[in-house]
Structure formats: structure tokens, C-alpha cells
């Protein structure tokens, strides 16, 4: 199929072992991926590097970069260096939940679709395996879409706009085989919200956990580039 008639598809990358899953899942079902990655002031900027090194190797069209200054609102440990990222398991809504961002995330993304003619965005949020973040949950990803389609030209004039989830349901074992399948490097991810300028990730944070939990619930081995043991005195 030529590019000219491909499907175009906005692909939310953060560098991370989701979003990476879901690019290539939707390379997979023969989608041209646009792929959009913010710098919002995230204390974990390798992100950006893993994000950029991904869309190229996985065939983007193109990769976009948007910067914005959530860190200038605070109210998280991820934009706000006061707090601290926990390193031991919590509960409830945790402090590294970003006020407000996949809200802010998919509204440029719906933008960026919009100027493309692509009635396809695809995010990796999930309700299984993840840290609690009410902007993760299925009903706010269709609350979203609904408003979508009502505050856009493409919307209005009945080119309807999907927001795709293809994760949603299943757990970070699950994920990482599909990735598998699919020929995903993860060697190349970075999870780590506290990684280091050199991509080493702090293998103590909830998304590590999660991470390294997801490769033993797989049955593979754990490629992450982790800090080493600190030294015994």
C-alpha cells in the first residue's frame, strides 16, 4: 500500500514499554504512525531519547516533540523536584500522577490528528497493571472520544475520531509477549521515573516494578539497564 493511501494514526510515545507496544501494534495494522512525545518538564528527560529512538526504528513518518511547562503548576513528584518519587509501594492515587496530563496529551494529540486528516489516535494507558491514575481508566478514554467528536471540525462533519486502547485490558506479562511478537526491542524502553542522564533506571520506583514484574510474569529475561547496588560500606 502506498503511504498516500495509508491510514494515518497519532500514536502517543513516551519511550516506555507501553507506548512502544502500541506503536508497533499499530505499524501492525498497516496505520502511517505520527508519533508525539512531550517535554513537559519531566524529571525522567530520558524518556525523550528512548522516545525518539523508538518511532525511528519502528518506522514512524514522523516525530514530534511538544513542549510544555506543567512543571510550572507542580503538584507532582515527575515535574516537581520537592517531591520525592516513593520508592516503596503506596496506595491510592499516587504522587507521581501528573495533574491533568493525559487530558492535555490527547487534546494536542486530537489537534495534530485533526492537521494530518488521521481519525486515529492510539494511547497506552491501562487498567490492569498500573499505578492508579484515574486519567488510565476506560471510562475517561470514552468520555474523551465523545468530546472529541463533538469539539472538532473532522467530528462534526462525521469523520468520526477513535481513540484506541489497545492495552487496556491486559497485564504487563501480556503486553511485553504481544511486544515480543511483534519484534520490540525493550532493551530500548525506559520506564524508570527516576533514569539517569546515562538511561540507567533506579529499579526501586512503581514503574520499575511494574516493569521488572511484567518480564517475570512473561517468563523472559529482564534486559533493563539498571543502577548498580549501591556499595557495601
Same mark, same amino acid.
Given at each position: 500500500?502506498?503511504? &498516500?493511501?495509508?491510514k494515518? @494514526?497519532?500514536?502517543?510515545? *513516551?519511550?516506555g514499554?507501553? *507506548?512502544t507496544?502500541i506503536?508497533?501494534?499499530?505499524?501492525?495494522? $498497516?496505520?502511517?504512525?505520527?508519533t508525539? *512525545?512531550?517535554?513537559?518538564?519531566?524529571?525522567?528527560?530520558?524518556?525523550?531519547?528512548?522516545?525518539?529512538?523508538? &518511532?525511528?526504528?519502528?518506522?514512524?513518518?514522523?516525530?514530534?516533540?511538544?513542549?510544555?511547562?506543567?512543571?510550572?503548576?507542580? $503538584? &507532582?513528584?515527575?515535574?516537581?523536584?520537592?517531591?520525592?518519587?516513593?520508592?516503596e509501594?503506596?496506595?491510592?492515587?499516587?504522587?507521581?500522577?501528573?495533574?491533568?496530563?493525559?487530558?492535555?496529551?490527547?487534546?494536542?494529540a486530537?489537534?495534530?490528528?485533526?492537521?494530518?486528516?488521521?481519525?486515529?489516535?492510539?494511547?497506552?494507558?491501562?487498567?490492569?497493571?498500573? &499505578?492508579?491514575? %484515574?486519567d488510565?481508566?476506560?471510562?475517561?478514554? @470514552?468520555a474523551?472520544?465523545?468530546?472529541a467528536?463533538?469539539?472538532?471540525?473532522?467530528?462534526?462533519?462525521?469523520? #468520526?475520531?477513535t481513540?484506541?486502547?489497545?492495552?487496556?485490558?491486559?497485564? #504487563?506479562?501480556?503486553?511485553?509477549?504481544?511486544?515480543?511478537?511483534? $519484534?520490540?526491542?525493550?532493551?530500548l524502553?525506559? *520506564?524508570?521515573?527516576?533514569?539517569?542522564?546515562?538511561?540507567?533506571?533506579?529499579? #526501586?520506583c512503581?514503574?520499575?516494578r511494574?516493569?521488572r514484574? $511484567?518480564?517475570?510474569?512473561?517468563?523472559?529475561?529482564?534486559?533493563?539497564?539498571?543502577?548498580? %547496588?549501591?556499595?557495601? %560500606?
Amino acid at each position: 500500500m502506498a503511504m &498516500s493511501e495509508q491510514k494515518r @494514526a497519532v500514536i502517543l510515545v *513516551s519511550g516506555g514499554l507501553d *507506548s512502544t507496544t502500541i506503536l508497533a501494534m499499530a505499524r501492525a495494522q $498497516g496505520y502511517a504512525c505520527y508519533t508525539l *512525545s512531550f517535554d513537559y518538564g519531566q524529571r525522567h528527560r530520558g524518556e525523550l531519547r528512548a522516545a525518539a529512538r523508538v &518511532s525511528r526504528i519502528l518506522g514512524d513518518v514522523e516525530h514530534k516533540v511538544v513542549t510544555l511547562n506543567l512543571d510550572s503548576i507542580g $503538584g &507532582s513528584a515527575l515535574t516537581d523536584l520537592s517531591i520525592a518519587v516513593p520508592e516503596e509501594e503506596t496506595h491510592g492515587i499516587p504522587v507521581t500522577y501528573v495533574p491533568a496530563r493525559n487530558t492535555v496529551f490527547l487534546a494536542i494529540a486530537l489537534g495534530w490528528a485533526e492537521v494530518l486528516g488521521a481519525h486515529d489516535i492510539f494511547i497506552g494507558v491501562n487498567a490492569v497493571d498500573y &499505578s492508579g491514575y %484515574p486519567d488510565c481508566r476506560p471510562d475517561y478514554i @470514552a468520555a474523551f472520544e465523545t468530546m472529541a467528536n463533538l469539539a472538532t471540525r473532522a467530528g462534526v462533519e462525521g469523520q #468520526k475520531i477513535t481513540i484506541h486502547t489497545p492495552l487496556m485490558t491486559l497485564g #504487563k506479562g501480556e503486553i511485553i509477549r504481544t511486544g515480543i511478537a511483534l $519484534g520490540v526491542d525493550y532493551a530500548l524502553t525506559v *520506564s524508570c521515573y527516576q533514569v539517569t542522564e546515562e538511561g540507567l533506571a533506579c529499579g #526501586k520506583c512503581d514503574s520499575c516494578r511494574l516493569r521488572r514484574q $511484567g518480564f517475570f510474569d512473561a517468563g523472559l529475561a529482564d534486559l533493563t539497564h539498571y543502577l548498580p %547496588p549501591p556499595a557495601e %560500606p
